[in-house]
């Protein structure tokens, strides 16, 4: 099972950038898409991007689409999330996670961890 950390979340003002990362252990990590994901106050956990085992194929929620890419250094063993434009309804928990492929469902390997937060100001 692919264990991960989610780190570099924070507060940052509207049109702001960040870069996530998703740090994992697992000898089997670079055999699995993993996938970020987000959940804000009162709403449902929500597919944000995802990426293949090699890091050739992509796939992002059409509300990211063109502000977010999505990158992994299987040398590391981490997947990075690079955010720009943010905009105050990106502010959310993010989390990432092994997921079955590229699907923009929520459907995981295993359990969510605890995620890292994003916080964007108007």
């Known amino acids: 099972q692919v264990q991960r950390v989610e780190s570099g979340g924070g507060l940052v003002q509207a049109g702001g950038s960040l870069r996530l990362s998703c740090a994992a252990s697992g000898r089997t990590f670079s055999r699995h898409a993993i996938g970020w994901f987000r959940q804000a106050p009162g709403k449902e956990r929500e597919f944000v991007a995802a990426i293949s085992p090699t890091g050739g194929s992509t796939n992002f929620a059409d509300s990211v689409k063109g502000r977010f890419t999505i990158s992994r250094d299987n040398t590391k063993d981490t997947v990075y999330l690079q955010m720009n434009s943010l905009q105050p309804e990106d502010t959310a928990v993010y989390y990432c996670?092994?997921?079955?492929?590229?699907?923009?469902?929520?459907?995981?390997?295993?359990?969510w961890g605890q995620g890292t937060q994003v916080t964007v100001s108007a």
């Open positions: 996670a092994a997921t079955p492929g590229l699907t923009t469902t929520t459907t995981i390997f295993g359990s």
